[in-house]
Structure formats: C-alpha cells, structure tokens
C-alpha cells in the first residue's frame, strides 16, 4: 500500500518569512495530493490539492509543487502570519475512484513567530 | 450550513463500558468516513462508506468495534467494550463525491473519548 512520509514533524519560522513541508511518497500510481490543516481543538481542513497533470498550484499565500519523477510534493507558505500556526497534513491517493482512500503523513507542527 | 456534526465532545468512560460516538454529515455528501487520531499513530481511517453502504472497514481494530449508517444523515461508531487504548480523538469527515470518495473532505471537530 502506499506510504507518505513527511518532513519536518516541527517547524518554526518567524512572522512573514517562508515556510516549507515536504512529503514522499511511495506508490508511482498515485495522482492526488492535497494538504489539511489543523488548528488546535478541530478537525483537519482542506486547504489546497494538485493533480499529477499539474506541477504547481498556488492560491495567495499558499502553494503546492509535485516532482512526479522523484514522488515528493511540498507545501510552501510565504509571507506567514501568527494564523498559519497549526498542524498541516499531506496526504495521498490514487484518484477518483469509490475504492481509492487517502493515505496521510505524519503531520508538521508549524509555530509562527511573532 | 453547519458543517459535520460530532457528538458529543468529549466522552469520559470507565473501562469495558460501551461507548457510541455519532455523526451527521452534510447534506448532500455522499461519502462519510470515520478516523482516529492519536500521538503515536497519528490519523488512521477505521471505515468509510459511499451512500451508506460500508466500502472498506480494514482500519477497524477490532471486532470491539463497528460503525454502522442507517440513512444519508447519520453514522455510529461503536465500541463495546472499551478499553484505554482506545482513548484517542475521533473524527467523522465528509465528501460530496458519489464515484471520487478521497476528494475535498469536511472533518468535524471531533470527539475526544478517554478510557479509564
């Protein structure tokens, strides 16, 4: 089955720098990626997902990039802020399908500096 | 809309009592899947099902526990008897796919059962 590892499992960064999570992943057929985040006391949120067509998405602050060839996939936020401070997840699948599942990371604490 | 309902919030039982954790998903979604969260572990997919039907329960520990979905608005997850191991949070999530049941989950805010 497949396998998602992710790294670092903490980070700290100060207010308005970048910041980086990286994530591999084991099965080649894999071809759907997205990140969660959770904030303290809640379930995990959806913030962004790319496709294996696609080798770059962003949305604001926030983007996402797929090296298909290596299996890695990384989240970078910029310009960070004392929200973006939580627990963020990769995860990984095999598309659409009724029998395809998510297989998460391990998780990164991010701690935004002020 | 309201977003996935957990109930309750926190659950406090003594060992080998029976524990029943509930869900309403959002309207319209057709997929709901039941996870575990702990330290050790961290998120672990006990069972999903697609329009009420049960699709994959491989993640379910134990005969100890069953989920069941009576209808499109509500899901059970059930855990007769407890034991501490069990203690963990516990999330139900979501998703409008009918034929895509990995894309776009909602979580609830989770239910954090402790085992004494």
């Known amino acids: 089955g497949e396998n998602v590892e992710q790294h670092p499992s903490t980070l700290s960064v100060q207010e308005g720098d970048s910041a980086v999570i990286k994530c591999t992943y084991s099965d080649s057929a894999s071809n759907y990626f997205p990140w969660y985040k959770q904030e303290l006391g809640k379930g995990p949120q959806l913030i962004i997902d790319i496709r294996s067509n696609v080798g770059e998405k962003k949305d604001q602050r926030i983007a996402v990039t797929l090296n298909k060839t290596a299996k890695h996939f990384s989240l970078h936020i910029t310009e960070t802020q004392p929200e973006d401070s939580a627990v963020y997840f990769c995860?990984?699948?095999?598309?659409?399908?009724?029998?395809?599942?998510?297989?998460f990371g391990t998780g990164t604490r991010l701690t935004i500096i002020p | 809309d309201a977003g996935v309902i957990q109930s309750p919030r926190h659950e406090v039982t003594e060992m080998g009592q029976e524990v029943t954790l509930r869900c309403k998903p959002i309207s319209g979604h057709n997929s709901l899947f039941w996870y575990r969260q702990t330290m050790m572990r961290g998120l672990e997919l006990l069972i999903y099902f697609n329009n009420n039907v049960p699709i994959d329960d491989s993640g379910m520990p134990e005969d100890r526990f069953s989920a069941k979905m009576p209808n499109a608005s509500f899901s059970t997850l059930k855990i007769q008897p407890s034991e501490p191991r069990d203690s963990a949070v516990y999330f139900c999530?979501?998703?409008?796919?009918?034929?895509?049941?990995?894309?776009?989950?909602?979580f609830g805010s989770g239910t954090q059962l402790s085992v004494l």
């Open positions: 995860a990984a699948s095999k598309g659409r399908g009724v029998d395809e599942k998510l297989t």
């Open positions: 999530a979501s998703s409008p796919g009918l034929f895509a049941t990995n894309e776009k989950l909602f």
